[in-house]
């Protein structure tokens, strides 16, 4: 079965990691599917500590914050638009790349004595811990850190300013919303007769890399027997543009680890006829998505000053409008953390920064992955 969308929505799904969120007012059903409804409790908010006024001094003489992000520029607009309201006169320039991209650049940049990113923001747990290791980031430590939780605090320097979940989405033309499953073992199950009508994005994503790392370090052999029960029955796409595109369309029913992002898009008058989504109850990965200073950063102290306002209530309540999953108490919005937590429980919340020995463990990983997949 073929279903159209409008233009405009085709679009958008194609570029499902760059929703923008309109408004922050809502939260989740208690079966997992999306309602609006601002009912979550999402705790009171701790103090907010600015950087030092010599600091931001030396930062509005910088002048602007050049961010190297694998966000696009519509979902960054509100955290811009609203950090250069706070500090007048310091510029933010974002630079869409993917995470391999970004450090790449950087690497040439800086070899070179060219203009390169005063902060990096990104998802590959692998990448961004190389990074680290090759002397690439400022310790910066900002004095928000006291109030975060320690999942937030990645290495040394690096910090997370979102934890995005990974949900699954399905086709409620072709499998009615009382018939999807909310677990990924069920969906497991369900795949068998499904045959190549189940779809997720390649293990070279980041997205898909650290949502199979985390569920298999949450679940073990048990978690990869669900992967592997799935791998038969799975279409693989390189992005989640294409896996949404498909299952708009109806070449996919349902599927599974797909970013976030999405969430807010679903609920838009259109698509919420065609799709609907859901957290996974036997454990949602959230995957951090960690930003830093860099060391040969040319406005160094106006990337503290922005790291700073990612860190804050205020620039949290600004992320969520750009389709962010704040996580700081007190900020209301409908993908915060209260929301999923709402829905799968504290327990089923992989929230844990990176695994233990993620680099160590990847090419095992990934090579377990390709051989369920048949890739």
Known sequence: MMISLPRVRICALATACTVVLAACG???GADGSATPTSSVDVGKAAPITPL???TVAKARKQGSVLLYTNADADQMAPLTKAFEAKYAGIEV???NLNDTQTFQRYATESATGVRTADVVMATDAVEVL??????NVLDY?????KHLPEYARLAPGVVSMSEDPLVAVYNTA???KDKQPKDLASLAALSKSLKGKVGTTDISNPHSFGAVSNYTAAHGDAGWKTIETLGPNTGVESG???LMQKLAQGQYQATYFVAGSVRALIEGEEAAKILNYTYLTDGTPLLPRAVAVTRKAKSPDAGKLFVNFLLSVEGQEAACKGGFTPYRDGVTCAYGL???EKVVGADNMMLGGYPKDIVKNKPAIVDRWKKAYGR
């Open 26 to 28: 809502g939260s989740t």
């Open 52 to 54: 030092d006024a010599a």
């Open 93 to 95: 320039r974002v630079l």
């Open 130 to 135: 190389n990074f680290v290791n090759k002397g």
């Open 141 to 145: 430590r900002d004095p928000n850190l």
């Open 174 to 176: 072709l499998i009615p």
């Open 240 to 242: 989640n543009g294409n």
């Open 338 to 340: 209260p929301a999923v």
